[in-house]
T-cell receptor, first 115, second 109 residues
Framework: DAGVIQSPRHEVTEMGQEVTLRCKPI?????LFWYRQTMMRGLELLIY??????IDDSGMPEDRFSAKMPNASFSTLKIQPSEPRDSAVYFC???WGGGMNTEAFFGQGTRLTVV | QKEVEQNSGPLSVPEGAIASLNCTYS??????FFWYRQYSGKSPELIMF????GDKEDGRFTAQLNKASQYVSLLIRDSQPSDSATYLC?????????FGKGTRLHILP
């Protein structure tokens, strides 16, 4: 398996523009996580899907952020409108959420810069 | 959201010595615990997981768990320069994996 695939790897956009980040989880995994990483706040969980259903979105910072998982092999994280404070590395991770040894496998991340 | 706490470091350890990394967590219901390593500019990768009290060894790495004290640690024996990275402690809370902010480890040649 190629692992978790994220696109794009880098994104530079102007404030106010819409940004869409994409993720393809590992085949067979039933849990998907979106994280945001900054120096100040570390690795924050934004939203967690299980079997394509959003289970916990309490980490989504505000209404400008939305995430979807239309099927088991694809998820998007959208920011509209984007702001400079959204600049961060966004990671997607997937796991087989079936027990205590659940390990999250990470994609390579998308480095977002909002200017 | 429950918390996972780590000292941010940097922790500097001479090459060949033992590096000790610590983590505390707030949710007594947590059942499994993970240590991830993250090199600069890369994504986190799993080193070890542990879910029973006591020690778990894997090569140069030993994870230690004390659920009564809500404390988990990672020992790295015979530290190598390639161990220089940020180490992230993570806790499974109801199938959500929550991370600490990480400890930066620097192995001195």
């Amino acid at each position: 398996d190629a692992g978790v695939i994220q696109s794009p790897r880098h994104e530079v956009t102007e404030m106010g523009q819409e940004v869409t980040l994409r993720c393809k989880p590992i085949s067979g995994h039933n849990s998907l996580f979106w994280y945001r990483q900054t120096m100040m706040r570390g690795l924050e969980l934004l939203i967690y899907f299980n079997n394509n259903v959003p289970i916990d979105d309490s980490g989504m910072p505000e209404d400008r952020f939305s995430a979807k998982m239309p099927n088991a092999s694809f998820s998007t994280l959208k920011i509209q409108p984007s702001e400079p404070r959204d600049s961060a590395v966004y990671f997607c991770a997937s796991s087989w959420g079936g027990g205590m040894n659940t390990e999250a496998f990470f994609g390579q991340g998308t480095r977002l810069t909002v200017v | 959201q429950k918390e996972v706490e780590q000292n941010s470091g940097p922790l500097s350890v001479p090459e060949g010595a033992i590096a000790s990394l610590n983590c505390t967590y707030s949710d007594r219901g947590s059942q499994s615990f993970f240590w991830y390593r993250q090199y600069s500019g890369k994504s986190p990768e799993l080193i070890m997981f542990i879910y029973s009290n006591g020690d778990k060894e894997d090569g140069r790495f030993t994870a230690q768990l004390n659920k009564a004290s809500q404390y988990v640690s990672l020992l790295i024996r015979d530290s190598q320069p390639s161990d220089s990275a940020t180490y992230l402690c993570a806790v499974n809370e109801d199938d959500k994996i929550i991370f600490g902010k990480g400890t930066r480890l620097h192995i001195l040649p």
